[in-house]
């Protein structure tokens, strides 16, 4: 690719996506927000789209390109509102189809290829999550499909997540069920890695079966599921009622079909998820659902839309990152420094990078980590 005339590799990051290459006049103000300048990281979202334009050797390169966590805080901050995140897609998309990937996301993707998530493991094995729960099955009728994400699918610890939401779910009353072991992974993680193949595919998978078996309204556990099922899917002619666990949670409260009974008096700090918070703008839900299950919050030194990010976005979970480059213990450490006894959260990537900073950091014995219905469930 380095030999090709620079407006021929320019042309072909624009035609995969990055339609908005051109427009960065690099300023460097995405490069000023963006986390691993805190840590020292070898990735620089400035050089890589200056390489992008100039066709320039080196942007194909793990270390540079497959260092963004696609947490937007760059797009945020960008003053000619440039899509960096599609950029870096283009980019990818680009090197992916000359298999010059990390290896271990070749892993993720062909495990999605074969068994339709991202965890290496078999299909068959989607719903042990649920076992002894008398999970109901979505059927005709049921009002909400519940979708879970594979990582609260497969991984043990966030699997306390997936059941902590069924049990608040049964308790109000709500009707809702699973379709179980021919669900797919939503894909999203597969398209920021650069498969748009993959991620066409599962997509679409997911679309025909939630269409053949009727549903209209979808409720999700991760914010990953609830950005692609919202933002992508309907460019496919996925088109349904989404709603993140915290939104309907907060609703059932309301309605007086939740009722927290007393809050444990700890004090609670709450990180902002980067796909429920920059990319899909829910941030007021899960702090009313703190406020309303009688918790209290503390607030970190960033919050809201400059959250940082926990570092597993992008593909980033399956990726190895050096113990001193890694933004989750700074993150967990901004916690116990808000005076915070639990940190939450409202993702399941989150929950997995955070408790792994607290081996890291040491705060184990200081410091908790928990999910928004696993608190809520405590206390109802």
């Known amino acids: 690719m380095a030999q090709m005339p620079f407006y021929e590799v320019n042309q ?32 620089d979202v400035r050089r890589m789209i200056r390489q992008g334009q100039l066709g320039l050797e080196g942007y194909e390169s793990a270390d540079v390109l497959y260092g963004c966590t696609t947490c937007k805080k760059c797009v945020i901050n960008c003053p000619r509102g440039v899509k960096i995140i599609d950029i870096m897609r283009a980019m990818r998309s680009i090197i992916a189809e000359t298999g010059s990937i990390p290896e271990t996301l070749k ?7 074969s068994q339709g998530n991202p965890w290496s493991e078999p299909r068959e094995k ?3 999550w649920a076992q002894g729960l008398d999970v109901p099955e979505f059927k005709e009728g049921t009002e909400y499909f519940l979708f879970v994400c594979c990582t609260s699918c497969y991984d043990m610890r966030s699997r306390k997540i997936a059941r902590a939401v069924v049990e608040l779910l049964k308790k109000a009353g709500v009707s809702f069920g699973v379709i179980g072991v021919e669900e797919s992974c939503c894909g ?28 209209k309204k979808i409720i999700t556990v991760g914010p990953h599921c609830y950005y692609s099922f919202t933002k992508e899917y309907p460019e496919l002619g996925g088109e349904f009622e989404v709603y993140h666990t915290s939104q309907i949670f907060a609703r059932l409260i309301e309605e007086g079909k939740l009722t927290p009974s007393g809050a444990s008096g700890k004090k609670v700090a709450y990180h902002d998820p980067c796909y429920l918070g920059r990319h899909s703008e829910i941030y007021d839900k899960p702090r009313e659902l703190l406020a309303k299950a009688g918790l209290k919050k503390v607030d970190m030194r960033r919050e809201k839309a400059w959250s940082l990010c926990c570092g597993g976005g992008g593909g980033r979970l399956w990726l190895e990152t050096k113990p001193e480059q890694r933004f989750s213990d700074i993150r967990v450490r901004e916690a116990k420094e808000a005076g915070a006894e639990i940190l939450a959260t409202a993702c399941p990537y989150c929950i997995s990078m955070l408790e792994d900073s607290l081996k890291t950091t040491n705060l184990e014995d200081e410091l908790q980590v928990k999910e928004l219905s696993e608190l809520l469930l405590e206390v109802c």
């Open 107 to 113: 892993t993720v993707l062909g495990s999605c290829h």
């Open 12 to 43: 072909m990051i624009t035609y995969a996506g990055g339609a908005d290459l051109n427009l960065c006049m690099q300023c460097g103000l995405c490069a000023g927000l963006c986390p691993w300048r805190e840590v020292g990281g070898e990735f």
């Open 126 to 128: 989607r719903m042990d």
């Open 188 to 215: 999203e993680a597969v398209r920021k890695i650069g498969s748009e193949e993959e991620f066409n595919k599962l997509a679409q998978s997911n679309i025909k079966l939630f269409k053949n078996k009727g549903v």
